[in-house]
């Protein structure tokens, strides 16, 4: 009997360690090879003390052209630049016009000193595109951050343009184990790296911010020869201190759902092969909601209920989202000197050379207020979503908050505002979408029927190749066949090409559940995941989003933040819906460059 127990206790050993392994994929660390190689590390990965640029004027010491892993695919993309304030070095030149450094340990710069600075990492990719590493110095792009006694860690990455995910972050995590190797020479707390982004770079800093150390990633940093080991043969971890997403285009296993839940269900012209399919989404939102239990900042469960107006808008849930597009109006109406006019604050900046229109980005960091946007990373409506005007598209100055109000009211009274308290009460959702945040994108908004959209690039197995990723699309496509045969726009084919997008693996044998997993920062932050628990999670979060933007869900951001909250709690987390504002760089008040220096001093000091 007793060899009996020893035989049944040895067999669910194995079946629990087997069903790790299809849980995760390949990526359980070997711990062999050129990573884990001090020795390999140290010849090829260290950092030339005696070749550093500097800046007097704006006494800057830097470097560009750091190769950040030995197997790089592209070094264009796979180096960085570090830029240190002068202050943090002890120096002398050389004959070749290069400087010698040493950190000067009796520095202070600001609140720091040369061993306590934090490190800022920009995540510059709109679109997860791939982002070239700085060629060239411009003191412009880093000195508010030098100036506040930051290190500035630049680094390019790969992108849907020239791989495919998850190289981008995999490239990113690898530079942050680059600056973690030669921590021992270079100035810093290398425990405090923070990243920040917009758009697609904000979706990548919720990356970083919520897969630290996930063995998910194992395997890609292997493959490039990122740096795993440190000088004396100890794990190097790859988790960050710090997060900031402006507009994050992410969460993308529910964004399709969640965008036509949130806007399409309201204006799509429901007599159409995709306005059926915008409604079983919007259905499947729900029962996504209802499992996933997020809970609100009080820790009460969010929930979906039916309601006999529009698609399971009722519930907790939809009565927090109502709140929160509430909170918005009446934070903007706190914060607004009148007379004011939209055009003239509704944008912040982007990314500087960010060239949002498909050119690849510089990779160089957002600063300023340059009042223009990012372009979208979806294709134009295709006609199916029944047009209203987005009142908020005016030049138009606005001399009270009443006027304002009566303006976005138009014929309908939707908000109700008390100008005593200068408050405001919202009526719906469906009120506020269709008039200030038409959906810009067709259905599916993120894994396009004709795999058209950014996402599906980033998904294809390779640079030139684009893929389907959602299982629920894939699932309804599949289930619902003869409902939406009946529509002349339909396609047979839509099934069998999500069925099959969805059956590849990568070149390192991982499935498109994995992958998708890896870039979903939910999967790292919910219990309803099988990741929860997997990864190292960065303390500290700020969340903006514009909440005009049709690039996304407003459900995406708010998901977001709610995960995080519950995860590190309130103290740690900032999160800001921009009134006013689209796919920008939303601030409620100052610019983002200044109010990201001050936020990282505030989570430090």
């Given at each position: ?11 669910i ?24 190689n ?23 010491y ?21 830029y ?7 120096s ?63 680094a ?36 405090k ?8 770079g ?43 997403c ?12 969640a ?10 012209n429901?007599?159409?092969?995709t ?26 469960v ?54 949002p ?8 960091t ?100 684009s ?11 599949n289930?619902n ?10 396609s ?9 997008d ?104």
């Amino acid at each position: 009997m007793k060899k009996l127990h020893l035989i049944i206790i040895a067999l669910i050993i194995l079946i629990s360690i087997v069903g790790v392994f299809f849980l995760t994929g390949n990526s359980t660390p070997t711990g062999e090879g050129p990573s884990y190689n001090a020795s390999a590390l140290t010849n090829n990965l260290s950092v030339d003390m005696n070749n550093w640029q500097y800046d007097e004027t704006n006494d800057i010491y830097y470097q560009i052209g750091l190769v950040y892993c030995m197997n790089p695919k592209d070094t264009a993309y796979e180096s960085c630049g570090i830029y240190v304030p002068g202050k943090y070095f002890e120096s002398s030149k050389n004959s070749n016009g290069t400087y010698s450094c040493k950190i000067n340990e009796n520095a202070k710069v600001g609140n720091y000193t040369s061993n306590s600075a934090p490190i800022v990492m920009p995540v510059n990719t709109p679109g997860y595109s791939a982002c070239k590493a700085p060629t060239s110095y411009n003191a412009g792009e880093v000195k508010n951050y030098t100036d506040a006694g930051f290190i500035y860690l630049n680094a390019g990455c790969m992108g849907r343009d020239n791989a495919e995910a998850p190289d981008g972050v995999v490239d990113l995590k690898s530079a942050v184990t680059y600056y973690r190797f030669n921590g021992d020479v270079l100035p810093g707390d290398i425990e405090k790296i923070f990243t920040f982004g917009h758009s697609g770079g904000g979706a990548q800093s919720a990356i970083m911010g919520s897969s630290g150390n996930s063995e998910l990633y194992t395997p890609y940093l292997e493959n490039i020869g990122a740096a795993m080991v440190d000088k004396d043969g100890k794990v190097l971890s790859n988790a960050i201190a710090g997060a900031m997403c402006w507009c994050p285009i992410t969460n993308l296993d529910t964004a399709d759902s969640a965008y036509e839940w949130n806007m399409g269900q309201y204006v799509r012209n429901s007599n159409s092969f995709t306005g059926a399919l915008s409604n079983d989404l919007a259905e499947s939102y729900a029962t996504y909601i209802n499992q996933l239990n997020l809970k609100d900042p009080n820790g009460n469960v969010l929930k979906l209920e039916k309601s006999d107006d529009g698609i399971y808008t009722s519930g907790s849930y939809y009565d927090y989202m109502l709140t929160v597009t509430e909170e918005s109006l009446n934070n903007f109406l706190n914060d607004t000197t009148f007379p004011y006019s939209p055009s003239s604050n509704r944008m912040g900046s982007i990314p500087s050379g960010g060239a949002p229109s498909g050119e690849t980005p510089t990779g160089s960091t957002p600063s300023g207020e340059i009042p223009s946007g990012e372009t979208p990373t979806g294709s134009a409506p295709n006609g199916e979503i029944q047009s209203e005007n987005t009142n908020t598209n005016s030049s138009t100055s606005y001399q009270t908050a009443q006027d304002y109000i009566d303006y976005l009211n138009g014929n309908d009274t939707w908000i109700q505002y008390d100008e005593k308290t200068n408050t405001a009460k919202i009526t719906s959702l469906e009120a506020f979408v269709k008039n200030c945040k038409n959906p810009s994108k067709s259905v599916a908004a993120f894994d396009d029927l004709n795999r058209s959209q950014a996402e599906n690039g980033l998904f294809g197995l390779d640079a030139n190749s684009s893929s389907h990723f959602d299982k629920d699309l894939r699932d309804l496509l599949n289930n619902n066949s003869k409902t939406y045969s009946k529509y002349a726009n339909d396609s047979k084919d839509y099934a069998r090409e999500y069925s099959n997008d969805l059956a590849t693996k990568d070149s390192l044998n991982n499935t498109m559940e994995t992958r998708v997993n890896m870039y979903n920062p939910m999967y790292y932050l919910c219990d309803y995941y099988d990741g929860a628990g997997s990864s190292d999670v960065a303390k500290y979060w700020r969340i903006n989003t514009g909440i005009e933007q049709g690039d996304t869900s407003q459900c995406v951001d708010v998901n977001l933040y709610l995960a995080v909250l519950n995860k590190v709690g309130k103290d740690n987390v900032e999160f800001s819906t921009v009134w006013g504002q689209g796919h920008t760089q939303a601030e409620r008040t100052g610019d983002s460059t200044g109010n990201f220096i001050n936020w990282v001093n505030n989570c430090l000091n």
